[in-house]
Every structure is written in structure tokens, then in C-alpha cells.
């Protein structure tokens, strides 16, 4: 097994087909949430065989993604135990799905405790109804989009490029100030981890496939949203950022990612908006979506 490092653009080579083995829909195995989140937690990575495996720093010592890839799982599961073992630390597998649960399950009987992990679910949408906001269920989306029009007649849907992108930087610090100054119990640090992982998803967008859209009205950025593939059916929904006092950006922006996403994707049928991180304000509004899917998460502890 290779030593654990930090992850650097360049492992998209060989980590991407890794995790597309996987074929997961966990917003885990999405290399730019690997790689952008490293830069404000302590996480590595390594590769044994075909597999991709990733060790996250914590206070209670690490612990490790279900290794990604179409490997031998067995050797990969082993390699991980002997690095927990050497840090004086049982076996702890993070973010494990339902199916990566019944694998370890199958090929370790016995060996794991699993406790599920209700805030890291990721929310799954189907493509074609975030985009067209049918029926009844989703009725008050559409008044919130038909308020926001009546607001702002002249607003228009534009991607994310290299001439407007600063604009999104410029949101985005004018967002962290307000929700810093609102919310000060969310943490410095939380907040400002998020604000260095957007940004240089930003500056970053071609080298990690990053593809994104702002809503721009009376001139000004509004709301802007930004993700990538994870899998070729699936499109993770990694940031969506809009002022808090504008009704209905959160709406229309949504909308009209989920239309850009069906427009230069037609293969790609889900759109994971991620999860919740067990708070309840950001609980009931991914659930006031109807998810499609609600990916479960398991912490599986070997004993």
C-alpha cells in the first residue's frame, strides 16, 4: 500500500476511475469533495491495488472511507486495519452506504458494529423534478420562483465562467460576513473551511470539471451553485450560495441548475444536493424537496 498523503489535482487521473468503480451515489466518492475538503480537514489518501482509500484526521483519532474501486476488498480492508492498529486505534470505516454495509457484512462477518449516521444522508433528487417543478407537492416552490419574478423581472440564468466567476467570490465573502455575524454558534472555523473550499473550486473549475451557474438581476449576482459528475447518472450539488434576504434566490437557482445540468447532460438522472449535517434548518429544507433517495450513512466499527 502506498503512504498516505494529501491529495493533489493531478490523482484525478487515477483516483476518478477508481471511484466511478464504485459507482456510489455517497457525495463521498466524488474526487472534488475529496480533494476541496482536504485543504480545510485533515484528509489523505492512498492507493492499494485497484482500490482508492482515504484516512480523515479526527479528535478521536482516524478514520477511513470504505475503500473506492473493483479491487479485491478483502487486502484493502486489511491494509486500513494495520494503519488504525498502528496508531493504537480499532478499525473505524466512515460514510458507509447500505450496499458498502452488506458487502463488509458478507466478506467480514461479525467483524463490524455499525451505527447509522442519520445527519451525513445525502438527499437525491430526480433531475427532471427539480428542473420542472411539477405537481402538488412542490406548489410552494413555484410561488417562491413567481415572487422572486415579480421582484426581479429582468434576471437571467448565466454558467459560471472565467469573466463572471469573481463576482461568485464576491457573494460568497459577503455571505460568510453576514452568516458569521447572524449565526456566530456555526463556528468560525466551519464556516471559513467552506469559504476556502468554494473559492478555490472557483478559480479551479476546468482542472476539476467543475460546472456551475449564477443568477444575475439588476446587474448584480444573486445566488450561484456549483458541482460536478460523480458518477455519469449523477450529478453532486457541492455549493449553492444566495443572501438570505432575497426572497426566493434559493428557488430559481435550484431550478435552474437541475435545467443546466439536464441540458448538457441528458444521461444524468439524479442530482445529489448532499446532506443535512444534522442541522434542522438545512434538514427541512432539502426535505420540503421530496427527495427520491435518501442515501443512508453508517459508521462501522470493527471489534
Request: charged fraction near 30%; charge should be negative.
Amino acid at each position: 500500500m502506498e503512504t498516505f498523503r494529501c491529495p493533489e489535482m493531478t490523482d484525478r487521473a487515477w483516483a476518478v476511475p477508481l471511484l466511478l468503480a464504485e459507482n456510489s451515489l455517497g457525495c463521498e466518492y466524488n474526487f472534488n469533495n475529496i480533494y476541496l475538503w482536504s485543504r480545510a480537514y485533515p484528509q489523505k489518501i492512498a492507493r492499494q491495488g485497484d482500490r482508492l482509500l482515504v484516512e480523515i484526521e479526527g479528535s478521536l483519532g482516524a478514520s477511513y472511507l470504505f475503500p473506492a474501486g473493483s479491487g479485491p476488498l478483502a487486502p484493502a480492508i486489511e491494509a486500513l486495519r494495520e494503519e488504525a492498529q498502528a496508531q493504537g486505534n480499532p478499525l473505524t470505516l466512515v460514510c458507509v452506504t447500505a450496499a458498502q454495509r452488506e458487502q463488509l457484512e458478507q466478506a467480514f462477518p461479525g467483524r463490524f458494529v455499525f451505527e447509522e449516521d442519520r445527519n451525513g444522508w445525502d438527499y437525491v433528487y430526480d433531475v427532471n423534478r427539480l428542473a420542472d417543478l411539477g405537481g402538488k407537492k412542490l406548489h410552494a416552490k413555484r410561488n417562491h420562483i413567481h415572487r422572486f419574478d415579480e421582484a426581479h423581472p429582468d434576471w437571467m440564468f448565466e454558467p459560471i465562467t472565467p469573466d463572471n466567476l469573481h463576482e461568485c467570490v464576491e457573494l460568497e465573502r459577503a455571505w460568510y460576513a453576514q452568516r458569521e455575524e447572524d449565526e456566530p454558534e456555526q463556528g468560525e472555523d466551519t464556516l471559513s473551511e467552506e469559504t476556502v473550499a468554494l473559492i478555490e473550486s472557483l478559480y479551479h473549475m476546468d482542472t476539476l470539471e467543475m460546472e456551475g451557474g449564477l443568477i444575475r438581476a439588476e446587474g448584480k449576482v444573486l445566488a450561484f451553485s456549483l458541482g460536478s459528475l460523480t458518477t455519469p447518472e449523477c450529478f453532486d450539488v457541492h455549493f449553492e450560495k444566495a443572501p438570505g434576504n432575497v426572497q426566493g434566490a434559493y428557488a430559481v437557482i435550484n431550478r435552474e441548475m437541475a435545467r443546466m445540468v439536464r441540458a448538457r447532460h441528458p444521461e444524468v438522472k439524479w442530482l445529489n444536493r448532499e446532506d443535512d449535517l444534522g442541522l434542522e434548518g438545512l434538514r427541512k429544507a432539502k426535505l420540503s424537496y421530496y427527495p427520491d433517495i435518501l442515501v443512508e450513512k453508517f459508521t462501522a466499527r470493527e471489534v
